[in-house]
């Protein structure tokens, strides 16, 4: 019998959530997402140092800023993730940007134009945004351009419509912190159909489904087989190795649980946003506005780690550099 990995393979596009080049090839996704704490991770790893040390050597010979340096570092694991996988790859804005719509504008096309100089096109890269109000704003202006965008830090339906509204190419709900709140507030567990990361998943893939709306729903932040089993049939799930390899040596049986054919019926009244309508509701959803506040500030976190990083590698370069070579 085919394994859980392949049947859900049949009926959802599997998107790796890693900057582990090898884990993707070991795998075989379509698609691949990355942010700062995955990025911090991958450059940490002795089979990536190269990819480190030129990004170093081009920040030292253009006169670079860290920041600079960073997001080379972010495109160049991205560039090589593209000769991995047939699909996109997604490389997230600045965290610490997330309330700045210029700045996140701007850099969402210094990425693209960095993609391109290196020969791979826009229609293969998703440039991710937090889903604030002002990252849903940049997002619309990035699309017109042509620039598609992955919608990341989303964990409420109003969030996703307003997401829609600005016409992203994707959202990513993330399952698995919604119920991390949950399980904290209530003082119990909650089983896959039960789950409130999953209902809310389901919830916006309804609402997108009966109101025809095109933007992807890519489920992510997974903390079980359960949960993912439990989205069987989402346009896309984004999930990371260790759960892939269990996905890959499960060969049960996997039943779809989504379909577009069938989601009117279980869809939420539509509803009509504008900015205080939605900040309203964001406010009047307490797990939604805690975890997004968190998100940000874990990712701006682990971005200042990774700076940090470059800092004290470009340190070492000129260092090295200084004291010459060895007699």
């Given at each position: 019998m085919a394994s859980k990995l392949d049947q859900l393979k049949s009926m959802t596009t599997i998107v790796a959530d890693t900057g582990d080049m090898e884990a993707i090839g070991a795998f075989k996704p379509t698609d691949c997402t990355t942010?700062?704490?995955?990025?911090?991770?991958?450059?940490?790893?002795?089979a990536y140092r190269h990819i480190v040390d030129e990004a170093i050597e081009?920040?030292?010979?253009?006169?670079?800023?860290?920041?600079?340096v960073t997001d080379r570092l972010a495109v160049s694991f991205g560039a090589e993730l593209a000769k991995i996988v047939p699909g996109r790859v997604s490389t997230e804005v600045d965290a610490d940007l997330s309330f700045d719509v210029e700045g996140m504008v701007a850099k969402g096309r210094a990425?693209?134009?960095?993609?391109?100089?290196?020969?791979?096109?826009?229609?293969r890269v998703l440039i991710k945004l937090a889903s604030t109000w002002e990252g849903i704003r940049a997002c619309e202006i990035l699309q017109r351009e042509g620039i598609d965008c992955n919608m990341t830090l989303l964990f409420c339906l109003a969030q996703a419509i307003a997401?829609?509204?600005?016409?992203?190419?994707?959202?990513?709900?993330?399952?698995?912190?919604?119920?991390?709140w949950h399980v904290k507030a209530a003082g119990r567990t909650?089983?896959?159909?039960?789950?409130?990361?999953?209902?809310?998943?389901?919830?916006?893939?309804?609402?997108?489904?009966?109101?025809?709306?095109?933007?992807?729903?890519?489920?992510?932040s997974f903390r079980s087989l359960g949960e993912i089993e439990a989205l069987a049939g989402c346009d896309r799930l984004t999930i990371a190795p260790a759960l892939l390899d269990e996905l890959a040596k499960d060969e049960g049986t996997l039943v779809r649980k989504l379909d577009a054919a069938h989601a009117a019926a279980h869809a939420p009244a539509q509803i009509s946003l504008d900015e205080k309508t939605f900040r309203f509701l964001l406010n009047e959803d307490a797990m939604a506005t805690e975890k997004l506040a968190e998100g940000i500030r874990l990712f701006a976190k682990d971005l200042r780690a990774l700076r940090e990083l470059v800092a004290r590698r470009m340190e070492d370069s000129v260092a090295a550099d200084q004291a010459g070579p060895l007699p």
């Open positions: 942010n700062p704490t995955l990025i911090l991770k991958a450059a940490q790893m002795e081009w920040g030292r010979s253009h006169r670079a800023v860290t920041s600079q990425i693209i134009a960095d993609y391109e100089a290196r020969g791979v096109p826009r229609a997401c829609a509204d600005a016409d992203a190419f994707l959202i990513s709900p993330f399952v698995g912190r919604i119920l991390d909650f089983g896959p159909e039960e789950d409130p990361g999953v209902l809310s998943v389901r919830a916006i893939y309804a609402y997108y489904k009966a109101y025809g709306i095109d933007t992807v729903v890519m489920g992510a």
